[in-house]
């Protein structure tokens, strides 16, 4: 039972590269979700999907897209990276949105 | 979602109990008070949850005054591996849409 898990771990960009953050959960929860983390700040949500099929945006989504592909997956997509985004992302799941979230150890992102 | 306040930082010396306060005045009456952890660099972690009555669980007690306006996260033996940043959240209890809304926590330093 790995939890909630994200790769790629670390990863540098240059400004303009696209890629996409990978999350998966095997506790076979509802709802999941991403945050981005920037230096001395709290979590902020990016986007996040209360069930399979669904998705919607959260504080900052500009500049991400999102594809729940299944219960298990959902990922984020930077189609044209900026050195603003620039930060740790973490993904997260729960059984509904309203209950215990479950964290995934991040990954750490920049963008030169 | 009701607004969280916080202090910035606190210390605690190893053995003796650690209470964090939140205010949290304008909460509503379905709103719970959640309580997570970020330890250095890794995901969040769920500690406690409650609506109005006191809860405990391996990990901590949860004190809610009557008037709910406020509540007290406690770790009763503080150990080092308990520094961390912890948050305060209040949230309805049912799927709204609404994800975890992380401020800027209370950062707890646990000193030999």
């Known amino acids: 039972n790995a939890g909630v898990t994200q790769t790629p771990k670390f990863q540098v960009l240059k400004t303009g590269q696209s890629m996409t953050l990978q999350c998966a959960q095997d506790?076979?929860?509802?709802?999941m979700y991403w945050y981005r983390q920037d230096p001395g700040m709290g979590l902020r949500l990016i986007y996040y999907s209360a069930s399979e099929g669904t998705t919607d945006k959260g504080e900052v989504p500009n500049g991400y897209n999102v594809s729940r592909l299944n219960k298990r997956e959902f990922s984020l997509r930077l189609e044209s990276a900026a050195p603003s985004q620039t930060s740790v992302y973490f993904c997260?799941?729960?059984?509904?949105?309203?209950?215990?979230?479950?964290f995934g150890q991040g990954t750490r992102l920049t963008v030169v | 979602d009701a607004k969280t306040t916080q202090p910035p930082s606190m210390d605690c010396a190893e053995g003796r109990a650690a209470n964090l306060p939140c205010n949290h005045s304008?909460?509503?009456?379905?709103?719970?008070v959640y309580w997570y952890r970020q330890i250095h660099s890794q995901g969040p972690q769920y500690i406690i949850h409650?609506?109005?009555n006191n809860e405990t669980n391996e990990m901590a007690s949860l004190i809610i005054t009557e008037d709910r306006k406020s509540s007290t996260l406690i770790l009763p033996h503080a150990t080092l591996r308990d520094t961390a940043v912890y948050y305060c959240?209040?949230?309805?209890?049912?799927?709204?849409?609404?994800?975890?809304?992380f401020g800027k926590g209370t950062s707890l330093l646990v000193t030999p």
């Open positions: 506790m076979n929860h509802n709802s």
């Open positions: 997260a799941s729960s059984v509904q949105d309203y209950t215990e979230a479950f």
């Open positions: 409650g609506l109005k």
């Open positions: 959240i209040v949230r309805i209890h049912s799927n709204s849409g609404y994800a975890l809304n």
């Open positions: 304008t909460i509503s009456g379905n709103e719970y």
